[in-house]
Each structure stands twice: as structure tokens, then as C-alpha cells.
Antibody, heavy 129, light 108 residues
Framework: EMQLVESGGGLVKPGGSLRLSCAASGFTFSSYTMNWVRQAPGKGLEWVSSISSSSNYIYYADSVKGRFTISRDNAKNSLYLQMNSLRADDTAVYYC??????????????????????WGKGNTVTVSS | SSELTQDPAVSVALGQTVRITCQGDSLRGRYASWYQQKPGQAPVLVFYGKNSRPSGIPDRFSGSTSGNTTSLTITGAQAEDEADYFCNSRDNSGNQPVFGGGTKLTVL
């Protein structure tokens, strides 16, 4: 069974730091781009960061750029999110998410499309004094 | 703009058909994916690509795309379909995922 299990969340004061971890099992972790997606209380989903299978491509949402760092250890089947300079608006449930990609032929071109097919149960981060 | 716009709330009578839409310029030439989220649970992928459903998702869920609009259709909505639904695609650069604001579906 494919599984993602997040850990490391909790209560932290504004300006503080936390490191989230995500342990993957049941699939070849090293073959997939991985993401962090968060959801503030009562709000929608917000993509936070992504990292390609070999860590060659890393992207961040503008809201966390310069404060958060995504990384992975394929030997340990693990994904991480180092969160620094935390603010109250970082309060959210953080999901570790696997991304898959497929291609379809449209005329003479391939169209790639992406989807997030495996989600962890989420880990709560609360930033409050 | 890379934003994806969804109606905040939609309702449907039990057994009827409902369409949930998602609009955005970044959808042109791309396929979106759709996620169902029930209270207190993680999102679940229900539809993706041109015409794909994950294993275990009922065939009453279908999708379509035209221009800058993508839609999730539930044909014969059931009580258990009551949930929040989110669309997802890429931004204009193609590098970053973007989510719609979500649609709360109520089954009457």
C-alpha cells in the first residue's frame, strides 16, 4: 500500500523554526516529484513547494520563498520541509503529496499533465505566541 | 494570470447531475486534476487528464475541458459526494502547481 506519513509539526512562536518530515512507503520514492501542500483553517489548498525526483528542480510559492527549504533523501525514502521565520499565516495542515505525470498525444505534440495521486494524512503547524 | 476560479458553493438534488467548473487562462492547452475533500480528511484525487479516474473512484465522476474552463461532472450525485472539490493545474510557466479556491458541494 502506498503511504505518506508526515511528522514534525506542532506549536511554534512567530519567528521560530520547524522541520517537517515525510516518510514514504509502498512505491519507488526516488522516481517521483514530491510536493508540500498546505491548508489553513477553513481555507482552500495552497501549493507550497515541489522537488523533482533527483532534486534537480525545486520550486517555491512566493509566500514561502526565502523562508522554507524543501529537500529529500531518496536513500531514506524521505521528504523534508525546513520552515524558518514562521508567521501566523503559516498556520495550516501541511500535506506531503506525490505527483505523477502522464502524456497524451494531441496532433503532433505531446501534452504533459500532472496530478497529485498520493496524499499523506497531514500534519498541523500552529504559529502563535 | 495563473489563478484558477471556482464557484464557492454548488448544490444538487440527490440522484441528479451537477457540474463543477474551474476557470483560468493557465488551463488553455493543459489538463487539470480534481480532488475531493471531506471534513477532517486529506484530499483524494477523483479525476485527471483527458479522461482518467483513479482505481476505486466511481464512474459517475467525469471531466471535460474547453478553452480556459475545466469541469468535473457528477452524474447521479450521491449523499457521500457531499464534499469540497478542488481543481489543480499548472501556472503559466508550467513549473508550479496551482489550486482553485474550492467548491463546496451540497447534496440535497
Amino acid at each position: 500500500e502506498m503511504q505518506l506519513v508526515e511528522s514534525g509539526g506542532g506549536l511554534v512562536k512567530p519567528g521560530g523554526s520547524l522541520r517537517l518530515s515525510c516518510a514514504a512507503s509502498g512505491f519507488t520514492f526516488s522516481s517521483y516529484t514530491m510536493n508540500w501542500v498546505r491548508q489553513a483553517p477553513g481555507k482552500g489548498l495552497e501549493w507550497v513547494s515541489s522537488i523533482s525526483s533527483s532534486s534537480n528542480y525545486i520550486y517555491y510559492a512566493d509566500s514561502v520563498k526565502g523562508r522554507f527549504t524543501i529537500s529529500r533523501d531518496n536513500a531514506k525514502n524521505s521528504l523534508y520541509l525546513q520552515m524558518n521565520s514562521l508567521r501566523a499565516d503559516d498556520t495550516a495542515v501541511y500535506y506531503c503529496v506525490r505527483e505523477s505525470r502522464m502524456a497524451t498525444l494531441a496532433g503532433a505534440l505531446y501534452i504533459y499533465y500532472y496530478y497529485m495521486d498520493v496524499w499523506g494524512k497531514g500534519n498541523t503547524v500552529t504559529v502563535s505566541s | 494570470s495563473s489563478e484558477l476560479t471556482q464557484d464557492p458553493a454548488v448544490s444538487v438534488a440527490l440522484g441528479q447531475t451537477v457540474r463543477i467548473t474551474c476557470q483560468g487562462d493557465s488551463l488553455r492547452g493543459r489538463y487539470a486534476s480534481w480532488y475531493q475533500q471531506k471534513p477532517g480528511q486529506a484530499p483524494v484525487l477523483v479525476f485527471y487528464g483527458k479522461n482518467s479516474r483513479p482505481s476505486g473512484i466511481p464512474d459517475r465522476f467525469s471531466g471535460s475541458t474547453s478553452g480556459n474552463t475545466t469541469s468535473l461532472t457528477i452524474t447521479g450525485a450521491q449523499a457521500e459526494d457531499e464534499a469540497d472539490y478542488f481543481c489543480n493545474s499548472r501556472d503559466n510557466s508550467g513549473n508550479q502547481p496551482v489550486f482553485g479556491g474550492g467548491t463546496k458541494l451540497t447534496v440535497l
